[in-house]
């Protein structure tokens, strides 16, 4: 071992443990969309970015095997609030959530979920997570999508064992068009909430490039995106102040519920 590395080894802090998602002291929520493209990874890096901003310890789990996430977090600069970046690996797709860990103090964490989940899959990973964050974008395709996708979430031995609250995303929206009409109507409909409506912009497609979030820019040219946050961050304060983690299920005791 050369005097670098040993003094390296000197300075370094400890690992911090490892724990299962399920015994995490934290309030984990779920990006989740089975419709690729709705905004899944925009909204789980700018929901890091802005939670990170309140030093509390902030957890991104990339669960999608492109693995944007992670890359997101790689590219984060080191002045910026830290955002720890979790990947699963992509050889082990089939790895269900009741082996995920991440580091014991997490205060939140943000799952990037994968396209195109449905089934058993879909109930494990509702299951290890608090929250729901659906986003939706504003097009007749992508509602369509998306109502029968929230409709197989509330169906999900999951959500009828114990609802989860939900929020919509109303992601990439221009206003007055036919299309945001049409979604109004649609989250009204469905008494899910819709704290946040994003517009289209490049200044989310330029944040991701830069490993930040909305919240990361103090220029008044992001003011309007930063304001576009805030009833989304209260909703996640709301429903996080309980002490949900005490009313968990126990994790891998489904057949205790099964009756
Ligand atoms: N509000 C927005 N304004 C402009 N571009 C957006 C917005 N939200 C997402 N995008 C872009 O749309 C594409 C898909 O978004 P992404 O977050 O990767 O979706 P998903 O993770 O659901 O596949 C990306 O290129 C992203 O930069
Ligand atoms: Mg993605």
């Keep these: 071992m050369d005097e670098h590395s040993q003094q390296s080894d000197v300075v370094k802090a400890p690992p911090e443990p490892l724990v299962a998602i399920q015994l995490l002291n934290a309030t984990r929520i779920l990006v989740i969309n089975s419709k690729g493209g709705a905004g899944k990874t925009t909204i789980a890096t700018n929901l890091a970015s802005w939670l990170s901003r309140r030093g509390e310890r902030t957890v991104l789990l990339d669960a999608d095997p492109q693995g ?3 890359y997101w977090v790689s590219h ?24 995920w860990r991440a580091p014991k103090s997490t205060r939140w964490l943000i799952t990037d979920a994968p396209p195109g989940m449905n089934g058993p899959a879909l109930d494990d990973l509702l299951q290890d997570h608090d929250l729901i964050v659906v986003p939706v974008l504003a097009s007749d395709i992508d509602i369509r ?3 029968r996708f929230i409709g197989e979430l509330l169906l999900t031995q999951s959500m009828r064992r114990k609802r989860r609250p939900i929020a919509v995303v109303a992601n990439r929206v221009k206003q007055h ?3 945001w009409e049409r979604l109004q109507k649609f989250l009204l409909s469905l008494n899910i909430p819709y704290p946040a409506t994003l517009r289209d912009t490049q200044n989310y497609v330029r944040a991701y490039a830069e490993g930040r979030g909305v919240a990361d820019y103090p220029q008044q040219s992001h003011e309007r995106d930063r304001d576009d946050w ?8 709301a429903q996080g102040s309980g002490d949900q983690w005490l009313q968990r299920e126990e994790p891998n005791k489904s057949v205790a519920y099964a009756g």
């Design 68 to 70: 944007s996430s992670h």
């Design 76 to 99: 984060r600069e080191q002045a910026l609030p830290s955002v720890h970046g979790v990947k699963i690996d992509n050889n082990s797709r089939t790895t269900r959530s009741f082996q």
């Design 145 to 147: 999508a998306s109502a």
């Design 177 to 179: 068009t036919k299309a």
């Design 230 to 237: 805030q009833t989304l961050l209260c909703w996640l304060d």
